[in-house]
C-alpha cells in the first residue's frame, strides 16, 4: 500500500489498542503504542533509503528482506525496545505486541496488489502479488480518513475501528471475488495460459491485465466483464550471443529480471552502438510501459551506459542515459 495508507492503518491498530485492557488503565501505554503502530506501520518500507544508492539497489531490495519473517520479528522487538528505553514504566509486552502487530498488519496489506513483497523470506525468494487491491485504494484510505475524523469527534474507538475494518474485511472479499472471475474469464477465452498478472484501478469496473500463452504475451484491460486487448507481443526466447549475455551481466538489467515476471525484449541497433531493453508488461499506462532496464553497448563490447526504473516518456529515457545515470 502507499505511506499514507498504511499510516492510516497504524493509527487505526491504535484505536484498537483501546480494547485492550491494559491500555485503558495507562494512558501513557496509549501514548506509547500509538507511536509504536504508527512507526511499525510504515517501518518495513524504511529500506526506501536505497533510492539513494541507485535503482537497481532499490529494485533488486524494496519489499524484499525488510518484509521478509526474520525481519517482520525484528522490526517490532526494535521499535519497542527504542520506544520502551524512553518510558521504561510501560508494560512492554502490551508495547510490543501492538508494534508488532502493525509491522504484520504492513506486510499482509502488500501482498496483495501488483508489486508484492518476498514476505515468505527465508523460505522463498519468489515475489507474492496477489493482484487485487490497488496500491493507493480509495475506499480504504477514504474509510481509514473516515474512522480519524470520527475518532477525533469523540466516536469510541472500540466500536469505530472493529466497524470500518468489517467493512475493509468485506472489501477484500469481494475484490478477490472479482479477480477470480476474471482469471476464470481468461482461461475461458484462451488456451494454453499461463502466467496472469492483474492489477485493479480506483474504478471498481476497471482493471488492467497482462497474461501469457505458449506463444504470445497479451497486455490489455476488463471493462464491464468483457476482455479488451490494446498490446499482443510473440514469445522470443533471449538470444545466447555475445550481445544479449553482455547486457544480462549489467547490475541494473539483473535486478529488472530478478523482479519482472512478465517481460518482452528488443534490441535496437544505431551507427555507434547497440542497444539491449527489456521492458515490464504489467504496468502499461496510456499507451506506455513505464518500468524499463535498458543497455547501451558501444562498437568494443562494452557498456557505455545503463538504467532501470519507471520512466514515462521516452525523452526522460534517453535524457537518463546520455547523462550516463548508472542507477
Given amino acids: 500500500m502507499d505511506t499514507g495508507t498504511h499510516i492510516a492503518m497504524g493509527i487505526a491498530l491504535g484505536g484498537f489498542a483501546t480494547l485492550d485492557p491494559a491500555v485503558q488503565q495507562d494512558p501513557t501505554l496509549f501514548t506509547a503504542i500509538m507511536v509504536g503502530t504508527i512507526i511499525g506501520s510504515h517501518a518495513p518500507d524504511f529500506d526506501t533509503v536505497l533510492k539513494l544508492r541507485n535503482n537497481a539497489a532499490y529494485i533488486r531490495n524494496h519489499r524484499g ?13 526494535a521499535i519497542a525496545s527504542i520506544i520502551y528505553l524512553f518510558v521504561p514504566d510501560v508494560h512492554f509486552l502490551h508495547l510490543w505486541l501492538w508494534t508488532f502487530l502493525a509491522v504484520i498488519l504492513h506486510v499482509f496489506v502488500d501482498v496483495f496488489n501488483a508489486y508484492g513483497t518476498q ?29 480519524i475524523v470520527a475518532w477525533l469527534l469523540s466516536a469510541n474507538p472500540g466500536y469505530t475501528w472493529p466497524m470500518i475494518y468489517i467493512i475493509i474485511v468485506l472489501y477484500y472479499i469481494k475484490r478477490y471475488i472479482d479477480k477470480r472471475e476474471i482469471v476464470k474469464m481468461i482461461h475461458e477465452h484462451y488456451d494454453h495460459v499461463g502466467q496472469i498478472a492483474t492489477s485493479p484501478t480506483t474504478k471498481q469496473n476497471i482493471w488492467r491485465i497482462c497474461f501469457t500463452t505458449d506463444q504470445h504475451f497479451f497486455v490489455g484491460h476488463i471493462k464491464e466483464g468483457h476482455i479488451e ?23 541494473n538489467v539483473s535486478a529488472f529480471l530478478s523482479f519482472s515476471p512478465i517481460y518482452r525484449w528488443e534490441i535496437n541497433m544505431y551507427d555507434d552502438f547497440n542497444e539491449v531493453r527489456f521492458v515490464d508488461l504489467r504496468y502499461r499506462s496510456d499507451g506506455h510501459y513505464p518500468f524499463v532496464a535498458v543497455v547501451q553497448i558501444d562498437e568494443n563490447m562494452k557498456i557505455m551506459n545503463s538504467y532501470t526504473g519507471w520512466v514515462f516518456s521516452e525523452e526522460k529515457l534517453q535524457n537518463k542515459l546520455n547523462l550516463g545515470d548508472m542507477v
Fill in 65 to 77: 528482506i525488510t518484509h521478509s519473517i526474520p525481519a517482520v520479528c525484528f522490526w517490532g522487538i
Fill in 119 to 147: 514476505a515468505y523470506r527465508p523460505f522463498t525468494k519468489r515475489w507474492v502479488a496477489y493482484g487485487f487491491i490497488s496500491t493507493f485504494d480509495p475506499y480504504i484510505f477514504g474509510l481509514h480518513v473516515i474512522g
Fill in 229 to 251: 486487448i490494446d498490446d499482443k507481443f510473440y514469445q522470443i526466447p533471449i538470444p545466447d550471443d555475445p550481445l544479449m549475455n553482455l547486457a544480462l551481466k549489467d547490475k
